[in-house]
């Protein structure tokens, strides 16, 4: 497994990480030792993406996944919605946000834009399966994950457990599509979050590391330490990321998070910790 953090690419997003000035805070991240910068965006299309190629080349740094749940949130577009306009251009915005994606070698996640169910859950379910089917197939030809996060019931979304998440991936039947899996919303929606770990064994591409307060992972009371065992389990090698509150201040909550990780028992950058 390798590590990462959450950065803003535009200036101007306050995301659940670092903002600020994009290469400055690739540097940082470098020095502290991860291996990968998230990055949270709201307009792909004002991004330019050779910049950001050569900033996370010259620090070492790959790049994991890509969220864009701002956007969505923004422009009222969802999966679930009972209106086929919205959900048809809710489609069309994933499909442009995979092709930035694919630009970046990264994946894209399935967040916000899944919307919560406005008639019967049943009802959005569908709805939202048959848009991911639709996102899949752009995935598909372009090398690029959708990572579906279940997102706990304080936020409106369809995915809420891991349980559910299976669900949907089975059902959408593509390669393409894989599970976020987040210890924040899972402290809140999950009975155990190992076993819910476990029954995701296959499904699981990528990973967010918050405590049960938002803050950075060891500064809450969820117990990391299980969670790196069943992952090194399930036999799960890809990316750990910080995805939490800046606070008190961005620098300080990378820092607490590079050395939670760093002290957890499996592979990281090819030694193993102990």
Not at 123 to 152: S, W
Not at 205 to 218: C, E, K, M, Q, W
Request: aromatic content about 10%; glycine content about 8%.
């Amino acid at each position: 497994m390798k590590s990462a953090f959450v950065l803003a690419v535009e200036p101007d997003i306050r995301p659940l990480g670092l903002g600020g000035d994009f290469e400055t805070n690739a540097r940082f991240i470098s020095d502290l030792g991860f291996n990968g910068s998230e990055l949270s965006i709201m307009d792909a299309k004002s991004i330019d993406t050779k910049r950001i190629k050569e900033i996370t080349k010259r620090y070492d740094l790959d790049i994991p996944a890509i969220g864009a749940g701002r956007y969505f949130l923004k422009h009222g577009l969802f999966f679930s919605s009972k209106d086929k306009e919205v959900r048809r251009k809710a489609v069309q915005a994933v499909g442009e946000f995979t092709l930035f994606a694919g630009k970046l070698n990264s994946h894209f996640i399935i967040g916000p834009v899944q919307g919560n169910f406005e008639n019967t859950y049943e009802e959005g379910f569908q709805q939202m399966r048959d848009c991911l089917r639709e996102c899949a197939k752009v995935a598909e030809a372009e090398g690029v994950l959708l990572l579906l996060e279940p997102i706990n019931r304080f936020t409106p979304a369809i995915i809420r457990t891991i349980e559910a998440g299976i669900r949907m991936i089975d059902e959408v039947d593509s390669s393409s599509v894989k599970m976020l899996v987040d210890t924040f919303h899972m402290n809140i929606e999950e009975r155990s979050m190992t076993e819910s770990i476990r029954k995701a064994k296959g499904y699981v591409g990528h990973v967010h590391f918050s405590d049960s307060n938002r803050l950075a992972p060891g500064q809450g009371h969820i117990d990391f330490r299980s969670i790196a065992n069943v992952l090194q389990e399930i036999d799960y090698h890809g990316f750990v990321s910080g995805e939490i509150l800046p606070e008190p201040d961005g620098e300080s909550a990378a820092r607490w998070t590079i050395e939670l990780i760093d002290s957890l028992p499996y592979q990281v950058r090819g030694r193993f910790r102990i």
